[in-house]
């Protein structure tokens, strides 16, 4: 496990001690400012009440979090996304015939030892699956011309 110095600053316990502390310090000192100014009639009766402006900024900040967290469950994505894609090729490949002639078959599964055998991994097959795909998509374009040329004679 990596030193105290060794880590970033931001990430050292010292560090997020202090600045948490700094963070209560500043939320105290703004509500705190609300004695200085005593007397500063608010327009719509509620925002006249003390500590009024920091329980509105907090609810207002609780509130964009839990619509955040709303959101990025509407908008995520499910882990096999790409493994369907690959499901719907794959079923592509089949119905045209050229599922034994393609080099985008599934191996069987085993880790790669580095992030970058990972990488140059995943672009060799991305790019297997991508001239299958071409050529499924020009077989199906010589059979529809060849019908079309049967058709037309």
């Known amino acids: 496990m990596p030193s105290e110095k060794d880590t970033d600053w931001i990430y050292r316990k010292s560090t997020k001690k202090l600045l ?5 310090l500043g939320c105290a000192i703004s509500v705190l ?3 200085v100014v005593w007397d500063r009639g608010g327009k719509f009766g509620v925002d006249g009440w003390f500590g009024f402006y920091a329980l509105l900024g907090f609810v207002s ?3 964009m979090i839990f619509a955040a967290k709303g959101l990025g469950l509407w908008l995520k994505v499910p882990t096999n996304f790409y493994d369907q894609e690959e499901a719907v090729e794959e079923d592509a490949l089949k119905e045209a015939g050229l599922a034994g002639n393609t080099a985008a ?3 069987p599964a ?3 030892p580095t992030k970058k055998a990972a990488t140059k991994k995943a672009a060799t097959k ?5 001239k ?7 077989k199906v374009a010589r059979k529809t011309t060849k019908e079309k040329e049967g058709g037309a004679q």
Do not use: G, H, Q, S
């Open 20 to 24: 948490m502390r700094l963070l209560l």
């Open 33 to 35: 400012m609300e004695l």
């Open 61 to 63: 900040c609780t509130l």
């Open 105 to 107: 078959k599934k191996a």
């Open 110 to 112: 085993k880790k790669a």
């Open 126 to 130: 991305k790019a297997a699956t991508k």
């Open 132 to 138: 299958a795909t071409k050529k499924v998509a020009k």
